[in-house]
């Protein structure tokens, strides 16, 4: 299984930045792939950028240009850069790690964006 744990959320204003992390821990050799989505209330989940294990990476029209995914293999983590922030962005943003068929996710970290 893998073990998963986010944070750097918070609240922000329009415009600016803010750096999720997401450490993985437990079968990390098995990791295919990650992957951030994002919750606001009253909408379904959805997936905002994803990294395979090869550094190929996607992501949702809503935060090209804006966003960007890395990941650190020495640390086991996954990052996601959020710039230019606007309202619609809050939300509680998940990490998720597919292996061997499963997936996991984390606990989410909210992220605030004020107008």
């Known amino acids: 299984q893998v073990q998963l744990v986010e944070s750097g959320g918070g609240l922000v204003q329009a415009g600016g930045s803010l750096r999720l992390s997401c450490a993985a821990s437990?079968?990390?050799?098995?990791?295919?792939?990650m992957g951030w989505y994002r919750q606001a209330p009253g909408k379904q989940r959805e997936l905002v950028a994803a990294?395979?294990?090869?550094?190929?990476?996607n992501y949702a029209d809503s935060v090209k240009g804006r966003f960007t995914i890395s990941r650190d293999n020495a640390k086991n983590t996954v990052y996601l850069q959020m710039s230019s922030l606007k309202p619609e962005d809050t939300a509680v943003y998940y990490c998720?790690?597919?292996?061997?068929?499963?997936?996991?996710w984390g606990q989410g970290t909210q992220v605030t964006v004020s107008s």
């Open positions: 437990g079968s990390i050799f098995s990791i295919n792939s």
């Open positions: 990294i395979t294990s090869s550094g190929n990476t």
């Open positions: 998720r790690a597919y292996y061997n068929g499963y997936s996991s």
